[in-house]
Structures are given as structure tokens and as C-alpha cells.
């Protein structure tokens, strides 16, 4: 018997048969296997889908620890970064980390409807459009700034970004700390106040992946 | 000019499923008939029951309104009754009740001269009426038995239960050839609450039975008052859906119907699922999403509880006979993929091979008298404007959820 914690097959085709039909799944040791055509549709419609793409994914079954990975193997959608796609055909669905700890729900079926089916709809919208229904995040760095952004509640740069994380997630707030706010005075001094509040408001731990692929991108982009 | 009626929607065509697959008016008045003669032969003035005050009464899919229409014309119709006598358990055995029951069953097949004897199974008996309706009917004698069933909710924990009178009043011990103390006087009888489980079912869906009620009313019906109108005159969609699910399942099973889920568990399952959805198109993705939710894990073993008795597993043959529990998930699949094509990928008249092969199609073709139902495979396309107002409208319910999410990418 399974772990309460793990993913199963059951669990994926609770959030997907009704609702992708056409896909099938398949089961290995590490992950879930699904493939076929993924429809975007939310509910009946007298002309059917919206449209339809072949996909491949794997869903693992330590989710959501480890984000998902699909494919759009149909050559539908151009691999390029402005259409949010890898070469390879990979999907860039969101930023894992944000939608980990902005969403009020993280199972695999809050997954299915929000972040796998939002992107396929946000697809369709662009190609009809030119507009991203839900906005997109700006590549690299600065796509995880926004995050940030989103969930301070006020904008910030790359560097903001970083310094407000930092505070965020260290284990104690020092007061001799330049203020992330760019301000060139001491924590202390400055927006102490908001720091501690918003680390009482996020929780220390949470912004931690987030902070650390961000200094993952600042320092590969410095490098290129 | 010709009048054009507007094309059907998904609901249309699956209410008509629904209703071609409902017992017929004729069939139900019959069943009501059938009981009504048996309750009046055991009650009569000569009756060797008579001082017991019999009480027969439907159980099971005719009670709560999920009853199918039979397969085929040949098909037999089950209709399951309770028997009950006004007596305690300490006055006699089971098996005494068993026989004098079964006495009074006999003469009733004698006196209306039944082709086949009634025969004597293990907890119930069985008398076939051999005309132009196949009924096959199983009469389960038994006696009032509320106190002890009280007492052991309370006892188990099941407080909320122990005091729900409408469902505990209902509850019985019947009588087991296989059961060790069969042929004694003991206290310690089997006990069952298929009347209760009828009252929790119609609980589940109390709120859409008095809508139905209202709509039946505002549409004319012979009744002077809403409150007048009985549960057997609307029907919902619960019952619908529970209705097409087993039938879907009855057609898959064609081959192995020993094996098939059975439909106290479909029932329950779908009963937990449905929140009150109005549409059939609702209540199938209402249910289909989530009744495998309501199978617990107890200790490794699979549970699906009786509600009205949590100690009961509907699901217990699941250990020793493994293919029950497969073939419960392989239906469940089945009916994911047929009713999500349908509901979700196909236009209203575009019914997936798979839904017409597992709902008969017979009763497709009864469907299509009244609309006009294609068997292109093609996928529907729709001309731009349509197609932009459709996605735009599925971007607004994504935005009024609040589960908007942006795509990103980790390098320009």
C-alpha cells in the first residue's frame, strides 16, 4: 500500500479521466506516464474542444516536491521562449515555486485545473489573441522577480527581490542589514517593520525555493 | 415553411437516455400490484399470519427509484421485498419465521397457480411469476429490531446515526440458513436496514427532491399541495445518473456478471459524490470525478462503508475475490472515458462508440428517433468568431475561480 503522501495512479486518473478523456496513463516507479490528446475544454460545448494538443507528461509520484514535466509533441506550439516552450518541446507551466506557495490548494488535482490546464488555455487564447490570458512571467530572472513581486504584494527588481527573500527566509533578521528597498540605510532604520510582518504573513521557510532559484538565474545570467 | 427545432444540447440526449432506460409506468404499476397482492394474501382473514400484522414492502433499486428497464424483452425483472412480521426475536427461531412465512408464500403461489414452486434460499424466498412481465422476486422475512440496532451504533461511536430516528426506526434482523444460531432461540440474529438505507438516500438528495417536487408542481400536476406529491412521482438527477451508470455497467459486465460492481456500491459512491447537481450533464461529472474519494483504506484493506450501518463493508468480497475490486476500477475508467468524450470532446449528437456498445444500442436507437444522431468520428470544428467567444468565455471561469496561473521560462 502506498503512501499517504504519494502519488498514485488512482489519484491521477481521479483529476484526469472525466476530464482528459483522451488520455491514457501508465505507471513506473518514480512517476505517472500520461499521453494523448489533451483537450481544453470546461464542459460541454456544441462545437466540442477549443483545441487539442498531443502531450506526454510525467507526473511524479513524490508531487509536488518535484514539478511535473510536459510535453507538447504535436508541433503545435513554436518551441521558442516567447511561446514559454523549450526546444525540446517542454512546457514551461508556470513558476513551480510561486504556484507552490501562492495557491490555496497544491494537490495534483488544484494541478490539473490550474497551472497543466491554464497553460493549454492560455495557448489557445495567444494563438487567437496575441495576449496571454493570465499574463506570463518575464524569462529568467526577472520572471522570479516577479513572482516575488506577487507575493510581497508591491514590485521589486532582481536585486530587491533577492535582499527581501533573504530577510525573509533567514533564520533571524539582523537590524544591521541593508534594506532591500534599495534605500542605502540600515534594516533597521528602514522597512524592519514590513520585513518582519511579511515574514510572519509568508513564513519563513516558504520563499526559500523561490530565493534560491533566483540566485541560481542572477548568477548564470551574470556568467553568460 | 418547415418548423426547425433547435439541435439538442448534451442534456437532451442524456435525459432521453435516461428515460429509455427507466422502468416503464406499466412496469412499476405492476411491481406495486405484485407486492400489494402478496401483503394482502399474507394479511387475509385465514392467514396463519394474520395476529402477526405482516408488512411487505419494496427494498433496494425499486424503492429508491434507480430501477432499470430489463436488457432485453426476455430479461428478468428483480424486484426485492421485505417481510415483516410483529414479533420479537426471543418468540422463535429463524428458521420458524423463515417457514411460517415461507408457508404462507407457498399457498399464495398454489392459490394463484404459479408454474414454479417458491424456493427456499438462504436468506430470502424466491417466487418467479411466469407470465409476459419475467418478475423474479425476493421476499427477505424478517421482524422489527430497532433497540439492538440503537445500541450497537451507540456502542460503535455512531452517535449521529444512533439518534437519527427516521433511519434507525427502519431497522430489522432477518433470518440465515448459514448462520450458527438458525435453529435456536437466541437474541443474536443477523440484522440488516435496507428501509434505513432508503431513508439516508433520499437524504442525500433532499433538497433537489423538493425542487423536483416544485417544478412537478408548477407544471400541473394532480396533487392539491407540493407536500402531497410522493417520492415515486419526480425523479433526480441522482437517481438518473445512478440509473445510466448501472446500466453502463450491466452492458460492460455482459460476460461476467458475476463479477461486476455491484450496485449497492455504485449507489452509495455516487450518493456521496453528488452535491446537489441539477443537470444530469453535472451530476455524471459531479459523481465520475469523485465517488472512488469515498473508498477508505482501513489497515490496507479497501472500505465502502454502509452508510447506515459503518461497520458493514459493502466491499469485503474485495480481499478474497480480487477481480470485484479490478473490475470496479476498470468500470470506473470506462465510464470516465465514455461520459468525459461524450460531455467534454464530442458535439451533443456525436455519442462515443464505447457510451452506445455499453448503454445498449437499442436504446441509441430509440435516442436517435427523436434526434437526429450522427456517427462522424471527425472532430467538430467551429468557424473563428465562435471559437474566440468559446475560449474567451473559459478564460473568464478560470479568472472567477481564481486559479489563474502565468507561463514562464528559465532563460531568454
Known amino acids: 500500500m502506498s503512501e499517504p503522501s504519494t502519488l498514485t495512479i488512482e489519484d491521477v486518473r481521479r483529476a484526469l479521466g472525466f476530464a482528459q478523456p483522451l488520455l491514457k496513463f501508465t505507471e513506473s516507479d518514480d512517476a505517472i506516464f500520461a499521453y494523448g490528446v489533451f483537450i481544453v475544454s470546461d464542459g460541454p460545448h456544441p462545437n466540442g474542444p477549443a483545441k487539442r494538443f498531443e502531450i506526454k507528461c510525467f507526473f511524479f509520484k513524490d508531487f509536488p516536491k518535484r514539478e511535473p514535466i510536459v510535453i507538447e509533441n504535436g508541433g503545435v506550439i513554436p518551441r521558442i521562449a516567447d511561446r514559454h516552450m523549450y526546444k525540446n518541446g517542454v512546457c514551461c507551466l508556470c513558476v513551480w515555486q510561486e504556484w507552490l506557495v501562492l495557491s490555496q490548494d497544491t494537490s495534483f488535482q488544484a494541478f490539473c485545473d490550474g497551472p497543466l490546464y491554464n497553460f493549454f488555455l492560455s495557448q489557445t487564447w495567444f494563438e487567437q489573441t496575441g495576449e496571454w490570458p493570465f499574463d506570463e512571467r518575464s524569462h529568467g530572472a526577472k520572471g522570479i522577480a516577479e513572482s516575488i513581486s506577487q507575493l510581497l504584494g508591491f514590485d521589486v527588481n532582481e536585486q530587491q527581490a533577492n535582499l527581501y527573500s533573504q530577510a525573509i527566509s533567514a533564520k533571524k533578521v539582523k537590524g544591521h542589514w541593508p534594506c532591500p528597498c534599495g534605500s542605502n540605510k540600515k534594516l533597521r532604520d528602514c522597512h524592519l517593520d514590513e520585513v518582519i510582518s511579511l515574514r510572519e504573513q509568508l513564513g519563513a521557510g516558504t520563499i526559500l525555493g523561490l530565493q534560491s532559484l533566483l540566485q541560481n538565474l542572477m548568477k548564470a545570467e551574470r556568467e553568460t | ?412
Open chain 2, 1 to 412: 415553411m418547415p418548423t426547425i427545432s433547435p439541435p439538442p444540447s448534451h442534456e437532451d440526449v442524456l435525459q432521453k437516455i435516461a428515460k429509455e432506460i427507466d422502468v416503464t409506468p406499466e412496469t412499476s404499476e405492476a411491481v406495486i400490484a405484485r407486492y400489494q397482492s402478496l401483503g394482502s394474501w399474507l394479511d387475509r382473514p385465514n392467514s396463519t399470519l394474520k395476529g402477526y400484522d405482516p408488512y411487505v414492502a419494496p427494498q433496494g433499486s425499486f424503492l429508491i427509484g434507480t430501477a432499470n428497464r430489463p436488457i432485453t424483452d426476455t430479461d428478468e425483472i428483480d424486484v426485492d421485498l421485505i417481510c415483516r412480521l410483529n414479533s420479537s426475536k426471543g418468540d422463535q427461531t429463524q428458521k420458524q419465521l423463515k417457514m411460517a412465512i415461507g408457508q404462507e408464500v407457498m399457498s399464495y403461489a398454489q392459490a394463484h397457480s404459479m408454474k414454479h414452486t417458491p424456493e427456499n434460499k438462504r436468506r430470502c424466498w424466491t417466487l418467479k411469476y411466469a407470465d409476459q412481465r419475467n418478475f423474479h422476486t425476493d421476499i427477505l422475512p424478517c421482524i422489527s429490531d430497532v433497540n439492538t440496532y440503537r445500541s450497537r451504533l451507540s456502542a460503535n461511536g455512531y452517535m449521529k446515526l444512533a439518534i437519527n430516528d427516521r433511519i434507525t426506526q427502519e431497522a430489522i434482523a432477518i433470518t440465515d440458513k448459514t448462520n450458527p444460531g438458525y435453529d435456536v432461540i437466541t437474541l443474536n440474529w443477523p440484522s440488516s436496514n435496507p428501509l434505513g438505507f432508503a431513508v439516508w438516500f433520499m437524504q442525500e438528495m433532499e433538497d433537489v427532491l423538493r425542487y423536483e417536487k416544485l417544478e412537478l408542481f408548477k407544471r400541473g400536476s394532480p396533487y392539491a399541495k407540493v407536500e402531497d406529491i410522493p417520492d415515486h412521482a419526480v425523479k433526480t438527477t441522482l437517481q438518473k445518473a445512478i440509473q445510466i451508470l448501472k446500466r453502463h455497467r450491466d452492458l460492460m459486465f455482459a460476460d461476467d456478471p458475476e463479477h461486476k460492481p455491484i450496485s449497492i456500491i455504485i449507489t452509495t459512491l455516487a450518493a456521496h459524490a453528488y452535491q446537489g447537481e441539477l443537470t444530469l450533464v453535472d451530476s455524471l461529472t459531479a459523481i465520475l470525478n469523485g465517488m472512488d474519494r469515498f473508498v477508505e483504506v482501513v489497515d490496507g484493506k479497501r472500505w465502502i462503508r454502509n452508510p447506515v450501518n459503518p461497520e458493514e463493508n459493502f466491499a469485503d468480497k474485495w480481499q478474497e475475490m480480487p477481480e470485484k475490486e479490478r473490475n470496479f476500477y476498470s468500470w470506473l475508467d470506462n465510464a470516465r472515458r465514455d461520459f468525459g468524450t461524450y460531455i467534454r470532446v464530442n458535439r451533443p449528437t456525436d455519442i462515443p462508440t464505447g457510451m452506445v456498445n455499453r448503454l445498449g444500442a437499442k436504446v441509441m436507437d430509440r435516442v436517435k428517433e427523436n434526434f437526429p444522431i450522427s456517427k462522424s468520428e471527425t472532430p467538430a470544428v467551429a468557424a473563428a468568431p465562435a471559437l474566440i467567444t468559446q475560449t474567451s468565455q473559459m478564460v473568464e471561469r478560470v479568472k472567477d475561480r481564481g486559479t489563474e496561473t502565468a507561463p514562464w521560462c528559465d532563460k531568454g
